[in-house]
């Protein structure tokens, strides 16, 4: 790199859809800028699911505590952010992008002295930014980034979702599956039943109940997929799903579970990281949506069926059961009002487009 080279800092981190969902702005952003040096703000455990990604020269890992799973704290103290500061100033940044939409990142954008900087108008950071773009909530979070880009004078030519994996992550699953019996021939269903928010997530009862009809009705051999933080909630109702399934919970990284999804015929899940990572692999999915709003986060892809009720209420702020009353299994309206037939019809009708394509 010569001292010449443009310097340009997305910054975007945080959860694993976030970081997926960044990729067809850094490819757009590669394509404008074919010699630029290209740095991404990420959250440790999110830049996971991105390793190998061809856009981006360097990742820089922004950690500070805060209430997400994906936080190491590695950024806790006053002097270890001072510290970040300093480093992010030697790379003397030409332009920033700030993806996020807090204030924080907007003075840390400033901060960090860089001349341009592009990013949301939102949340009064407006004065820290030198290009400021609306954001619309009811569009797709992949428009709103790369709007961005837009605002800034580049064309964007694609917008689709891209995965990488290696030849030994794929090696690796293939001999677990094989390994837990499976037929390969046979075709997979990948079941997430999980959900950050236990309250934003369909009831166990109903995912094995669908596993089943899966078994039985279609031939696909369901496999329940979680990390492992979902071990010991899955340990609580692993009798519900009965012998039918294969359980790898808590024993696929996020790499291997990338890999998994490139093998399955269909996904079936909550919304949640490992739905976006399916709609990157390309899996035929269908998504289950409740209190949060499908608009901004949906999965990103031709071969996917959302489902959502979306009732008068619908989509809530979230502050459960203070605006409506929870059901005998601990769940909102919204989500108890999805049956466990129309998934099923719905599983079907993707997984059979998924083989036409």
Same mark, same amino acid.
């Given at each position: 790199?010569?001292?010449?080279?443009?310097?340009?800092?997305?910054?975007?981190?945080?959860?694993?859809?976030?970081?997926?969902?960044?990729?067809? #702005? /850094? !490819?757009? @952003? =590669? &394509?404008?800028?074919? $010699?630029?040096?290209?740095?991404?703000?990420?959250?440790?455990? +999110?830049?996971?699911?991105?390793?190998?990604?061809?856009?981006?020269?360097?990742?820089?890992?922004?950690?500070?505590?805060?209430?997400?799973?994906?936080?190491?704290?590695?950024?806790?103290?006053?002097?270890?952010?001072?510290? #970040? /500061? !300093?480093? @992010? =100033? &030697?790379?003397?940044? $030409?332009?920033?992008?700030?993806?996020?939409?807090?204030?924080? +990142?907007?003075?840390?954008?400033?901060?960090?002295?860089?001349?341009?900087?592009?990013?949301?108008?939102?949340?009064?950071?407006?004065?820290?930014?030198?290009?400021?773009?609306?954001?619309?909530?009811?569009?797709?979070?992949?428009?709103?980034?790369?709007?961005?880009?837009?605002?800034?004078?580049?064309?964007?030519?694609?917008?689709?979702?891209?995965?990488?994996?290696?030849?030994?992550?794929?090696?690796?699953?293939?001999?677990?599956?094989?390994?837990?019996?499976?037929?390969?021939?046979?075709?997979?269903?990948?079941?997430?039943?999980?959900?950050?928010?236990?309250?934003?997530?369909?009831?166990?009862?109903?995912?094995?109940?669908?596993?089943?009809?899966?078994?039985?009705?279609?031939?696909?051999?369901?496999?329940?997929?979680?990390?492992?933080?979902?071990?010991?909630?899955?340990?609580?109702?692993?009798?519900?799903?009965?012998?039918?399934?294969?359980?790898?919970?808590?024993?696929?990284?996020?790499?291997?579970?990338?890999?998994?999804?490139?093998?399955?015929?269909?996904?079936?899940?909550?919304?949640?990281?490992?739905?976006?990572?399916?709609?990157?692999?390309?899996?035929?999915?269908?998504?289950?949506?409740?209190?949060?709003?499908?608009?901004?986060?949906?999965?990103?892809?031709?071969?996917?069926?959302?489902?959502?009720?979306?009732?008068?209420?619908?989509?809530?702020?979230?502050?459960?059961?203070?605006?409506?009353?929870?059901?005998?299994?601990?769940?909102?309206?919204?989500?108890?009002?999805?049956?466990?037939?129309?998934?099923?019809?719905?599983?079907?009708?993707?997984?059979?487009?998924?083989?036409?394509?």
């Amino acid at each position: 790199m010569t001292t010449s080279t443009k310097k340009i800092l997305v910054m975007r981190y945080r959860f694993i859809g976030d970081t997926v969902l960044t990729v067809p #702005f /850094l !490819r757009n @952003l =590669r &394509r404008a800028e074919p $010699d630029a040096f290209i740095a991404w703000m990420v959250a440790p455990g +999110s830049s996971d699911v991105v390793k190998g990604i061809p856009y981006v020269d360097e990742m820089i890992y922004w950690d500070p505590v805060t209430i997400h799973a994906d936080s190491r704290g590695a950024h806790r103290t006053l002097s270890a952010k001072f510290a #970040f /500061l !300093r480093d @992010l =100033r &030697r790379h003397h940044f $030409d332009k920033v992008y700030v993806l996020k939409r807090s204030l924080s +990142s907007a003075i840390m954008a400033w901060l960090c002295g860089a001349p341009k900087r592009v990013g949301f108008d939102t949340e009064g950071r407006g004065m820290f930014l030198t290009t400021r773009v609306p954001y619309h909530h009811n569009q797709h979070e992949v428009k709103n980034f790369l709007n961005i880009l837009k605002a800034d004078g580049i064309t964007v030519t694609d917008d689709f979702l891209e995965i990488w994996t290696n030849p030994d992550e794929e090696k690796r699953v293939l001999s677990l599956l094989t390994g837990a019996g499976i037929d390969l021939a046979q075709g997979i269903a990948a079941i997430h039943p999980f959900s950050a928010v236990r309250q934003r997530g369909w009831p166990f009862e109903n995912f094995a109940e669908l596993a089943g009809r899966i078994s039985r009705e279609t031939g696909l051999r369901p496999v329940i997929l979680g990390g492992p933080g979902d071990i010991q909630e899955f340990d609580k109702v692993r009798h519900l799903f009965g012998n039918g399934i294969i359980d790898l919970v808590g024993k696929c990284n996020l790499r291997e579970t990338i890999a998994l999804l490139r093998q399955c015929a269909l996904f079936v899940g909550n919304d949640s990281g490992i739905m976006h990572l399916a709609a990157a692999a390309g899996t035929p999915l269908v998504a289950l949506f409740g209190p949060q709003s499908p608009v901004k986060f949906g999965p990103w892809s031709d071969c996917a069926k959302v489902i959502y009720q979306g009732l008068p209420c619908s989509p809530c702020r979230q502050k459960f059961f203070s605006e409506c009353e929870p059901s005998p299994r601990g769940r909102p309206a919204c989500m108890e009002a999805i049956s466990v037939e129309e998934v099923f019809q719905e599983s079907v009708k993707i997984s059979e487009q998924g083989r036409k394509q």
